[in-house]
Antibody, heavy 118, light 107 residues
Framework: QVQLVQSGAEVKKPGASVKVSCKASGYTFTGYYIHWVRQAPGQGLEWMGRINPNTGGTNYAQKFQDRVTLTRDTSISTAYMELSRLRSDDTAVYSC???????????WGQGTLVTVSS | DIQMTQSPSSLSASVGDRVTITCRASQSINSYLNWYQQKPGKAPNLLIYAASTLQSGVPSRFSGSGSGTDFTLTISSLQPEDFATYYCQQSYSTPRTFGQGTKVEIK
């Protein structure tokens, strides 16, 4: 069965970086885009970017363009999201999700809570 | 960027009610519109893709319609497990923008 399993919760200080992993199983990793979405406490869903695991090609939301880096390691079917220069308003649950063509995000990771606090 | 606007932001309804949520895109997105259900502390769950196609395993009381800029999610007979927040999302282009969400609460 398809699964996306993310790394555990993180606590970071302002100005630091965080790297969240998303390990895929149960399907061909290189066959589907992986997207990253975050949700601040009590807020809605915010798209951050996507990576093509086959080519490594990426697209980022303008808001995060200079702070986020998406990468992947096809040998272990894992995607990564690194966010730098963290601020308190980056406190959120960060989730990876698989996209089927352009037909929605059909599988999601369990989410990783990143807390930014001094 | 394509802006997605949902209405209402919240609603109160009773079990058995018919519920309709609307989503408007700032430009035409053809049928590249998806609906998700999210319960507290859980990841979103894809309900409908391509505006009107029910995702596998989703109950038939959920339906979607629309194309271009105006879309609708309908729950024909609200069940206790349907109390949640619903989001629309466009997959026409990047960034993949979401609506602000509609919280469906118990009346």
């Amino acid at each position: 069965q398809v699964q996306l399993v993310q790394s555990g919760a993180e606590v970071k200080k302002p100005g630091a970086s965080v790297k969240v992993s998303c390990k895929a199983s149960g399907y061909t990793f290189t066959g589907y885009y992986i997207h990253w979405v975050r949700q601040a406490p009590g807020q809605g869903l915010e798209w951050m970017g996507r990576i093509n695991p086959n080519t490594g090609g990426t697209n980022y939301a303008q808001k995060f363009q200079d702070r986020v880096t998406l990468t992947r390691d096809t040998s272990i079917s894992t995607a990564y999201m690194e966010l730098s220069r963290l601020r308190s308003d980056d406190t959120a649950v960060y989730s990876c999700a698989r996209e089927v063509a352009q037909w929605g995000f059909d599988y999601w990771g369990q989410g990783t809570l990143v807390t930014v606090s001094s | 960027d394509i802006q997605m606007t949902q209405s209402p932001s919240s609603l109160s309804a009773s079990v058995g009610d018919r519920v309709t949520i609307t989503c408007r895109a700032s430009q035409s997105i053809n049928s590249y519109l998806n609906w998700y259900q999210q319960k507290p502390g859980k990841a979103p769950n894809l309900l409908i893709y391509a505006a009107s196609t029910l995702q596998s395993g989703v109950p038939s009381r959920f339906s979607g319609s629309g194309s271009g800029t105006d879309f609708t999610l309908t729950i024909s007979s609200l069940q206790p497990e349907d109390f949640a927040t619903y989001y629309c999302q466009q997959s026409y282009s990047t960034p993949r923008t979401f609506g602000q969400g509609t919280k469906v609460e118990i009346k």
